[in-house]
DNA sequence: AACATATGCAACCGCGATCTC
DNA sequence: AGAGATCGCGGTTGCATATGT
């Protein structure tokens, strides 16, 4: 027996919300609260819509303090530092944004951001300056690259702390995401423990005509220790890792670094590992994607 | 100017989680 | 304990608008 509907969806009406039914919905919510049931609300508010059609218009649309317009750099960081963390939790990645909704984040996520990162043409109606721009950038960053922290974590990072790190994103956005390292400089980490999510590399400036812009680069020296995702010592360079594992997680193929399931893996994070800080003690509630990309910020080396 | 196509975003849908009785 | 009701989330769709040809 499936479930009953919520509603009677061939007699409430679907759609657009007209200005009439915002204002219905927003004077009954300031005056009374959503009474902690949205199925019932829109028949006391005198609306003939589903609940959940409430529900949503009120959460992003409606209620106060809601931000529209276009997101700031800082706000793009925040979603990516977290999308690359935690994935697609979009509820999550909202409630470190004030004002944004889950859905707004979402659509900007999948309309703009990711194309942005993975060096895409955000459209075709892009200007002459903006191709000459993204050709300048392709030309100095040749493909992605992916999360790069510097620093190293003495203890497991919240998500508070991950909002504030300086994470590297995609060297095609570099403009945007390198600008919390100090220019000229190398910066190491010392790997203390395999559970840490340690990235490190070296930047310096180039020579982007508007002086604006930040490579960052990895010598070839930087070697990667794939300890939990391949239980060996197996070797690859930091460039052609970041690379793969960018194009996994970005073109939606996250699973793919995860050869090996939950039981596997549990004794390698180990009990004190932040993994489980985040997600909890059980890794059995958390699903192949919930820690795919922790285990893919494995332990990494300075030779 | 007309048409085609891409884009952005509000809204919908389905499903797992949680609550209530 | 368990079944139904509701919530909340993430994926997807549909349509108005912008832009290219």
């Known amino acids: 027996m499936g479930r009953a509907p919520c509603c009677d969806k061939a007699n409430v009406k679907k759609g657009p919300w007209s200005p009439e039914e915002d204002r219905q919905l927003k004077e009954y919510i300031e005056k009374y609260g959503t009474g902690g049931n949205w199925i019932a609300l829109p028949h006391k508010a005198g609306l003939n819509r589903c609940g959940k059609s409430c529900r949503l218009r009120w959460l992003n649309y409606l209620r106060p303090n809601i931000k529209h317009g276009d997101f700031t750099d800082d706000e793009d960081r925040t979603i990516c530092n977290l999308y690359a963390t935690i994935g697609s939790r979009w509820s999550i990645i909202a409630s470190q944004l004030p004002g944004r909704t889950d859905n707004d984040i979402k659509n900007y996520w999948n309309t703009k951001l990711k194309k942005k990162l993975l060096g895409f043409p955000p459209s075709q109606r892009k200007t002459q300056q903006q191709l000459q721009k993204q050709q300048h950038q392709q030309h100095l960053f040749p493909y992605p690259l992916e999360i790069c922290r510097t620093g190293s974590f003495s203890s497991p990072p919240s998500l508070e702390g991950v909002q504030n790190s300086q994470y590297l994103l995609n060297p095609m956005a570099a403009t945007t995401f390198s600008s919390t390292l100090p220019q000229g400089s190398m910066h190491q980490s010392q790997v203390k423990d395999s559970s840490s999510l340690l990235m490190f590399g070296s930047e310096h400036s180039c020579s982007s005509s508007d002086g604006s812009c930040t490579q960052i680069s990895y010598g070839s020296n930087v070697v990667v220790d794939y300890e939990l995702c391949n239980g060996g010592q197996q070797m690859r360079s930091l460039e052609s890792f970041l690379y793969e594992e960018t ?45 795919s990309f922790k285990t893919t910020g494995k332990a990494m080396y300075y030779y």
Do not use: H, M, R
Request: proline share 4%; aromatic share 6%; charged share 25%.
């Open 247 to 291: 194009q996994k997680l970005l073109l939606g193929d996250g699973e793919a670094s995860l050869e090996y399931n939950i039981e596997e893996i549990k004794p390698l994070v180990g009990p004190n590992n932040w993994c489980n800080s985040l997600f909890g003690d059980d890794l059995s509630s958390a699903t192949t994607k919930d820690i």
